[in-house]
């Protein structure tokens, strides 16, 4: 079992910044790859960003690329998310969650691919 306790949200203007965090506790953090998801009001949970367990690779869609980084430091159990350059429909509730390891790329983006989750903290960008 993985605990996963979002911190880190909050309102900002577009344009500015914050940094969320995801602390964890239980099995050992380093053996799972960890993603970032958000939803908003009536709309679906979608992918963020993920990292591998040695943080040699990371993903994002195109609508945070270049905005948003990923990162982890496994000696602390946290993952982060850097989020630069917000905009107004960034708001949402942001997840962080944990998968075993599994084969290819693909799977980061997929909701059901993660086995535990946090339970989220808003971000709301004013315009």
């Known amino acids: 079992q993985v605990q996963l306790v979002e911190s880190g949200g909050g309102l900002v203007q577009a344009g500015g910044s914050l940094r969320l965090s995801c602390a964890a506790s239980g099995r050992t953090f380093s053996n799972y790859a960890m993603g970032w998801f958000r939803q908003a009001p009536g709309k679906e949970r979608e992918f963020v960003a993920a990292?591998?367990?040695?943080?040699?690779?990371?993903y994002y869609p195109d609508s945070v690329k270049g905005r948003f980084t990923i990162s982890r430091d496994n000696a602390k159990n946290t993952v982060f998310l850097q989020m630069n350059s917000l905009k107004p429909e960034d708001t949402a509730v942001y997840y962080c969650a944990a998968a075993r390891p599994k084969s290819g790329s693909s799977w980061y983006k997929t909701v059901n691919a993660y086995d535990y989750w946090g339970q989220g903290t808003q971000v709301t960008v004013s315009s």
């Open positions: 990292i591998t367990w040695s943080s040699l690779n990371k």
